[in-house]
């Protein structure tokens, strides 16, 4: 398995665009989780799926973000409208059921910068 | 509040020092702890804890949990420059979330 995959790795967008990030997790998990990255408040989860279901959007800052898991096999989270202090890196993560011994598998981020 | 709060933020040594990053937590229902790795990309996982007092180690790292005072340590002996990285401890939660509650982290640099 390649690990949990997500596009683009960096984005530059100006305010007020949309932004859509993508993610797929690694096959068989049935957890998947958005967390953001940022110096000042470290790792924060914005929203996690269960089967696919959101189960926990507490973390989602603003109704400018959202998010959707079509099918098992991708995610996607969405800003719009961008704001510059959405910059961030943004990170997906998989997990399975159970204590599997080593949590969370994380993808690689994507930087997201809004100028 | 579920939280977890790691010390010190950040931490300067010198090739051969040994390090202690400590991890103190705040959670219902805790099933156990987790500390990753993070360089420049994403958090790779190093021990998962569960049980107090068992050391679990791997290579010059090693960790320990305390479930009466509600904390962790990492140690690393014999540091190497490649050990410079942001360590990040997080909490697993006893309910049916298996979402992970991470902590601020630790930014180690390590100097040759």
């Known amino acids: 398995d390649a690990g949990v995959i997500q596009s683009p790795r960096h984005e530059v967008t100006e305010m007020g665009q949309e932004v859509t990030l993508r993610c797929k997790p690694i096959?068989?998990?049935?957890?998947l989780f958005w967390y953001r990255q940022t110096m000042m408040r470290g790792l924060e989860l914005l929203i996690y799926?269960?089967?696919?279901?959101?189960?926990?959007d507490s973390g989602m800052p603003e109704d400018r973000f959202s998010a959707k898991m079509p099918n098992a096999s991708f995610s996607t989270l969405k800003i719009q409208p961008s704001e510059p202090r959405d910059s961030a890196v943004y990170f997906c993560?998989?997990?399975?059921?159970?204590?599997?011994?080593?949590?969370?598998?994380f993808g690689q981020g994507t930087r997201l910068t809004v100028v | 509040e579920d939280k977890v709060v790691q010390s010190p933020l950040s931490l300067v040594v010198h090739e051969g020092d040994t390090v202690t990053l400590n991890c103190s937590y705040e959670?219902?229902?805790?099933?156990?702890l987790l500390w990753y790795k993070q360089e420049k990309k994403a958090p790779t996982f190093l021990f998962m804890l569960?049980?107090?007092?068992i050391e679990k180690k791997s290579g010059r790292l090693s960790s320990i949990l305390d479930k009466k005072e509600l904390f962790s340590i990492l140690n690393i002996t014999a540091t190497q420059t490649g050990d410079s990285a942001i360590y990040l401890c997080?909490?697993?939660?006893?309910?049916?979330?298996?979402?992970?509650?991470f902590g601020s982290g630790t930014r180690l640099l390590v100097r040759p």
């Open positions: 799926f269960n089967n696919n279901v959101p189960i926990d």
């Open positions: 096959s068989g998990h049935d957890y």
């Open positions: 997080a909490v697993d939660r006893l309910d049916s979330s298996y979402k992970l509650i």
């Open positions: 959670v219902t229902n805790f099933r156990s």
């Open positions: 569960t049980s107090s007092g």
């Open positions: 993560a998989s997990r399975g059921r159970g204590t599997n011994g080593v949590g969370a598998f």
